[in-house]
T-cell receptor, first 114, second 112 residues
């Protein structure tokens, strides 16, 4: 199994600012992902964080708004840029050692934009 | 495009009842299927992973079955407890390198 930690666990931010969320996995993993979960909704995949290269974004998400880094096999960051109240969500980091194995999730970062 | 459906959206049962949570998917060509639990305001906890070649997996009071040909999976919870109250999500992986497709979840409430 993999244990995933995220920082911060929650934050309240002003409109127009940016927040960087950190994700740390306790073991090397092949794939890391970032999801968004809006209130009362299921999970939406933002992007796949690729080690050493640019992230792969899902439709509707762009690098300028959600820049992602993955400098090594256990760490990734997601930045939510130029925030608006519509960005208020839980942001979840996820990882999988290989696609034949279980995918694990971090505890989430609850973001409120005022 | 794979679609995953979980019905009903919410379920309330008395403590001690055995219950079944259903998950259906439109494309039977899946790699594996995973059941998760999510407590309010928290991340997802993996419960069970079923590979496409398997029919079921068991962990404690939980048993998950998979019928690929009919596009269905069920999560069986035996002797439900108030601590089982949470949202249960089903997710399907379509291929060896593909992302998980999630259902919207079933919110379970177990009444003492």
């Amino acid at each position: 199994s993999a244990v995933i930690s995220q920082k911060p666990s929650r934050d309240i931010c002003q409109r127009g600012t940016s927040l960087t969320i950190q994700c740390q996995v306790d073991s090397q993993v092949t794939m890391m992902f970032w999801y968004r979960q809006q209130p009362g909704q299921s999970l939406t995949l933002i992007a796949t964080a690729n080690q050493g290269s640019e992230a792969t974004y899902e439709s509707g998400f762009v690098i300028d708004k959600f820049p992602i880094s993955r400098p090594n096999l256990t760490f990734s960051t997601l930045t939510v840029s130029n925030m608006s109240p519509e960005d208020s969500s839980i942001y979840l980091c996820s990882a999988v050692r290989d696609f034949g194995y279980e995918q694990y999730f971090g505890p989430g970062t609850r973001l409120t934009v005022t | 495009k794979q679609e995953v459906t979980q019905i009903p959206a919410a379920l309330s049962v008395p403590e001690g009842e055995n219950l079944v949570l259903n998950c259906s998917f439109t494309d039977s060509a899946i790699y594996n299927l995973q059941w998760f639990r999510q407590d309010p305001g928290k991340g997802l906890t993996s419960l069970l992973l079923i590979q496409s070649s398997q029919r079921e997996q068991t962990s404690g009071r939980l048993n998950a079955s998979l019928d690929k040909s009919s596009g269905r999976s069920t999560l069986y919870i035996a002797a439900s407890q108030p601590g089982d109250s949470a949202t249960y999500l089903c997710a399907v992986r379509g291929g060896a390198n593909s992302k998980l497709t999630f259902g919207k979840g079933i919110t379970l409430s177990v009444r003492p």
